[in-house]
């Protein structure tokens, strides 16, 4: 048997490797001791942290197990067989192995510890928190971001579940960590919590840690803090879907919302009603006692609509002053008409606004799901057409409601559409003034130009005047378009003068409705206002008008070409004006109706009439001018009949202001 196996043979090789590799210092030592006494059972043997002196005593047998250490044999007095020398040397060089392989993994360890370290003061310099956790969610390492985000220092945090960060209702993290295991990682927008107990957004994007094979062993989590942003998107949305005035709901979101309540209803097989609220009386409020007391009221209507409807009907506003109301769950059509009187009944008491006391009304249209429409804005919409006509038969002061039903036939409808679009039209900035030029006969100069309304409705386009004028006039809402159009044309007028081109006469249509004490006043402010002379605006009223109440028509048109204001009678012929009656009137021109023009010169009647309103004109010391001129012919027996001043389309249509300055360029003289 040789030495190695006789030590090896001893059971002490595997005793030999466990205490060199794990122990250290003294204990390592007596280890090492016990070890050589056992194998050397009978001499006296040793391991020892100094060489023995060379010609000691008993001359002892040694042999290096490290550089610093020996293996003594001692005793014996040198009289140590071969064996003897083998099993020390044998043992020294498998000692002294051992501590080569201990030295080699002690540098890898603490290689792989110096690694660890570095990524750790690496992790520690990212702003981001990043915490890493094992496949179960217990917390592996927590960084300095961490720590300031979430308040909590690493020792807190490590060996802790992740889920303790979370915030309430988030579904469990351990199914989380599956879901994304297996798209191999994710980013999410989270709410997790504080150590301070604010709850706050942070991005969190998730990725798997593996071990050298591939296989997924943990999760590495970086999360940063983006409640600010979160905090920019909801107001950005709260301003997309909400009034900023009222903070009621806005017309988008009231869509979205209806559209979901009646898919409910569809669900549930119950009705759903949509109130289409517009405030009567509201618009002198706002234009005589200004915007803030508007606002203010508009805001206080909004809080009585509130506090008098349930939780889970919506109140939206819509616009200027109309809200809507969707009640999402109704079983009668009764109970619609409940909301509407409760709604009104808000409005029974003043709304006092700074030293104001106001009063105001509301008329509601009511539209129902399913049987008038299936969609928000089909609801919408009929809902808009029954508010014109509760509108119309506002009886009490609070205002008054009414459903939609088909039996308002497409008539009805249609004009009831098109105001419910005029009502708007002016706010939405839909219409706009064409201007027509008159041209002087003789001299085929453009002497003054008409200025005619234009509308353009957002859905149906262009609307004639001759449509939405007379509906205009029945609502009363020409007072407030005629006012606009007057406006504008002041401003058109000075723009003209900047340009440099001489002045010439701007008339504009004035509705019987508006002809009261206050035209005057409107007429002299909207001229100073844009610095025009008054002998450039001319008024153009509808024979019609001079049939009735002529004593305060007079008296106002007096008061008109007083400022210096040139009046002429529209429509001249179409009513019934007799020759003394009309001297009575302070007008300056007579403007032959388009209808006695068109059958100009084959009709004999039509040439018999607007030559004699030419001559009765003419003996009045009106000047006279036809509408409607299309032909050369026309326009020949205008010139011969002594007509002054001719408008239509053989001269131009009515056109944007801008093309004006081109024509009165032009010479008409060889149009006739
Ligand atoms: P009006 O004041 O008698 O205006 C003349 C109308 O005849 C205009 O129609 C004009 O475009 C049209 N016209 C001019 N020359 C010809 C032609 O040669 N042939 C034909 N077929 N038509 C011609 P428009 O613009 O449709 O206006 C219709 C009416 O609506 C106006 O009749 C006026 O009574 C009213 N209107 C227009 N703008 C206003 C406004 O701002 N305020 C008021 N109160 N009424 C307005
Ligand atoms: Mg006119
Ligand atoms: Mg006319």
Same mark, same amino acid.
């Given at each position: 048997?040789?030495?190695?196996?006789?030590?090896?043979?001893?059971?002490?090789?595997?005793?030999?490797?466990?205490?060199?590799?794990?122990?250290?210092?003294?204990?390592?030592?007596?280890?090492?001791?016990?070890?050589?006494?056992?194998?050397?059972?009978?001499?006296?043997?040793?391991?020892?942290?100094?060489?023995?002196?060379?010609?000691?005593?008993?001359?002892?047998?040694?042999?290096?197990?490290?550089?610093?250490?020996?293996?003594?044999?001692?005793?014996?007095?040198?009289?140590?067989?071969?064996?003897?020398?083998?099993? @020390?040397?044998?043992?020294?060089?498998?000692?002294?192995?051992?501590?080569?392989?201990?030295?080699?993994?002690?540098?890898?360890?603490?290689?792989?510890?110096?690694?660890? @370290?570095?990524?750790?003061?690496?992790?520690?310099?990212?702003?981001?928190?990043?915490?890493?956790?094992?496949?179960?969610?217990?917390?592996?390492?927590?960084?300095?971001?961490?720590?300031?985000?979430?308040?909590?220092?690493?020792?807190?945090?490590?060996?802790?579940? +992740?889920?303790?960060?979370?915030?309430?209702?988030?579904?469990?993290?351990?199914?989380?960590?599956? %879901?994304?295991?297996?798209?191999?990682?994710?980013?999410?927008?989270?709410?997790?919590?504080?150590?301070?107990?604010?709850?706050?957004?942070?991005?969190?994007?998730?990725?798997?840690?593996?071990?050298?094979?591939?296989?997924?062993?943990?999760?590495?989590?970086?999360?940063?803090?983006?409640?600010?942003?979160?905090?920019?998107?909801?107001?950005?949305?709260?301003?997309?879907?909400?009034?900023?005035?009222?903070?009621?709901?806005?017309?988008?979101?009231?869509?979205?919302?209806?559209?979901?309540?009646?898919?409910?209803? &569809?669900?549930?097989?119950?009705?759903?009603?949509?109130?289409?609220?517009?405030?009567?009386?509201?618009?002198?409020?706002? $234009?005589?006692?200004?915007?803030?007391?508007?606002?203010?009221?508009?805001?206080?209507?909004?809080?009585?609509?509130?506090?008098?409807?349930?939780?889970?009907?919506?109140?939206?506003?819509?616009?200027?002053?109309?809200?809507?109301?969707?009640?999402?769950?109704?079983?009668?059509?009764?109970?619609?008409?409940?909301?509407?009187?409760?709604?009104?009944?808000?409005?029974?008491?003043?709304?006092?606004?700074?030293?104001?006391?106001?009063?105001?009304?509301?008329?509601?249209?009511?539209?129902?799901?399913?049987?008038?429409?299936?969609?928000?804005?089909?609801?919408? &919409?009929?809902?808009?057409?029954?508010?014109?006509?509760?509108?119309?038969?506002? $009886?009490?002061?609070?205002?008054?409601?009414?459903?939609?039903?088909?039996?308002?036939?497409?008539?009805?409808?249609?004009?009831?559409?098109?105001?419910?679009?005029?009502?708007?039209?002016?706010?939405?900035?839909?219409?706009?003034?064409?201007?027509?030029?008159?041209?002087?006969?003789?001299?085929?100069?453009?002497?003054?130009?008409?200025?005619?309304?234009?509308?353009?409705?957002?859905?149906?386009?262009?609307?004639?005047?001759?449509?939405?004028?007379?509906?205009?006039?029945?609502?009363?809402?020409?007072?407030? @378009?005629?006012?606009?159009?007057?406006?504008?044309?002041?401003?058109?007028?000075?723009?003209?003068?900047?340009?440099?081109?001489?002045?010439?006469?701007?008339?504009?249509?004035?509705?019987?409705?508006?002809?009261?004490?206050?035209?005057?006043?409107?007429?002299?402010?909207?001229?100073?206002?844009?610095?025009?002379?008054?002998?450039?605006?001319?008024?153009?009223?509808?024979?019609?008008?001079?049939?009735?109440?002529?004593?305060?028509?007079? %008296?106002?048109?007096? &008061?008109?070409?007083?400022?210096?204001?040139?009046?002429?009678?529209?429509?001249?012929?179409?009513?019934?004006?007799?020759?003394?009656?009309?001297?009575?009137?302070?007008?300056?021109?007579?403007?032959?109706?388009?209808?006695?023009?068109?059958?100009?010169? %084959?009709?004999?009647?039509?040439?018999? +009439?607007?030559?004699?309103?030419?001559?009765?004109?003419?003996?009045?010391?009106?000047?006279?001018?036809?509408?409607?001129?299309?032909?050369?012919?026309?326009?020949?027996?205008?010139?011969?009949?002594?007509?002054?001043?001719?408008?239509?389309?053989?001269?131009?249509?009515?056109?944007?202001?801008? &093309?004006?300055?081109?024509?009165?360029?032009?010479?008409?003289?060889?149009?006739?």
């Amino acid at each position: 048997m040789d030495a190695f196996a006789e030590v090896s043979d001893l059971g002490l090789g595997a005793a030999l490797g466990e205490a060199v590799l794990s122990l250290q210092g003294a204990t390592l030592d007596a280890e090492l001791n016990r070890i050589v006494g056992s194998v050397f059972r009978h001499s006296t043997a040793a391991y020892v942290r100094e060489r023995p002196r060379p010609g000691a005593d008993d001359a002892a047998l040694f042999c290096a197990a490290s550089p610093e250490t020996y293996y003594v044999l001692s005793g014996k007095n040198g009289n140590y067989n071969e064996a003897d020398v083998h099993k @020390l040397n044998v043992l020294a060089s498998l000692t002294s192995g051992l501590f080569a392989t201990r030295a080699q993994l002690d540098q890898r360890h603490s290689a792989s510890a110096h690694a660890q @370290l570095q990524q750790m003061q690496i992790l520690d310099q990212i702003h981001e928190s990043v915490i890493t956790m094992d496949l179960a969610g217990f917390i592996i390492s927590w960084n300095r971001g961490a720590e300031n985000l979430f308040g909590y220092a690493a020792g807190e945090a490590v060996g802790k579940n +992740i889920l303790f960060l979370y915030e309430d209702e988030e579904l469990d993290g351990l199914r989380l960590f599956d %879901a994304f295991l297996e798209q191999g990682g994710r980013e999410m927008e989270v709410r997790r919590r504080k150590k301070s107990g604010v709850v706050f957004w942070a991005s969190l994007s998730l990725s798997p840690l593996c071990d050298p094979g591939g296989q997924p062993i943990g999760i590495i989590g970086y999360l940063s803090d983006i409640t600010q942003r979160k905090e920019a998107e909801q107001k950005i949305n709260h301003l997309a879907y909400y009034d900023a005035l009222t903070d009621l709901p806005n017309r988008s979101l009231l869509r979205q919302l209806l559209d979901k309540s009646i898919s409910q209803a &569809q669900r549930n097989s119950t009705l759903s009603a949509l109130l289409f609220v517009d405030l009567n009386r509201f618009k002198p409020i706002n $234009d005589t006692l200004g915007h803030q007391v508007g606002d203010a009221l508009l805001r206080q209507v909004a809080e009585r609509f509130r506090q008098a409807l349930r939780e889970h009907d919506i109140v939206a506003r819509l616009g200027s002053d109309e809200f809507a109301v969707a009640l999402p769950d109704i079983n009668q059509h009764y109970h619609a008409s409940l909301v509407a009187q409760k709604l009104l009944a808000t409005m029974d008491a003043v709304f006092q606004v700074g030293d104001h006391e106001l009063r105001i009304g509301a008329s509601i249209g009511i539209s129902v799901y399913p049987q008038d429409g299936g969609d928000a804005a089909t609801l919408l &919409q009929k809902a808009d057409i029954a508010m014109v006509k509760a509108k119309r038969n506002a $009886d009490r002061i609070s205002g008054s409601y009414a459903f939609y039903n088909h039996s308002m036939n497409q008539i009805t409808a249609g004009r009831l559409y098109l105001e419910s679009g005029l009502r708007r039209a002016l706010d939405n900035d839909e219409f706009s003034v064409s201007y027509q030029p008159k041209v002087d006969i003789r001299s085929g100069k453009i002497v003054g130009v008409e200025a005619l309304l234009r509308w353009k409705h957002p859905e149906k386009g262009w609307i004639s005047p001759l449509d939405f004028i007379p509906l205009a006039e029945e609502t009363g809402l020409i007072l407030q @378009l005629d006012a606009w159009v007057l406006e504008t044309a002041c401003a058109q007028a000075r723009v003209w003068q900047d340009l440099g081109l001489a002045p010439f006469r701007i008339a504009v249509n004035v509705s019987a409705k508006e002809f009261t004490a206050a035209l005057p006043v409107r007429v002299d402010a909207a001229l100073s206002r844009h610095g025009i002379s008054p002998q450039w605006l001319e008024l153009e009223i509808t024979e019609s008008m001079l049939m009735h109440s002529a004593e305060s028509v007079i %008296a106002i048109m007096e &008061q008109i070409t007083a400022q210096g204001v040139v009046l002429a009678l529209d429509d001249f012929g179409t009513g019934y004006s007799s020759l003394s009656y009309l001297k009575r009137f302070p007008i300056a021109t007579l403007k032959i109706d388009r209808s006695f023009i068109l059958g100009i010169p %084959a009709d004999r009647n039509d040439c018999a +009439i607007a030559g004699a309103i030419i001559v009765m004109a003419k003996q009045l010391r009106h000047k006279v001018i036809a509408e409607g001129v299309e032909t050369r012919e026309q326009l020949n027996f205008l010139l011969q009949a002594g007509c002054d001043e001719a408008q239509g389309y053989l001269f131009s249509r009515p056109v944007a202001a801008e &093309q004006i300055s081109i024509l009165l360029e032009k010479d008409f003289r060889d149009y006739s």
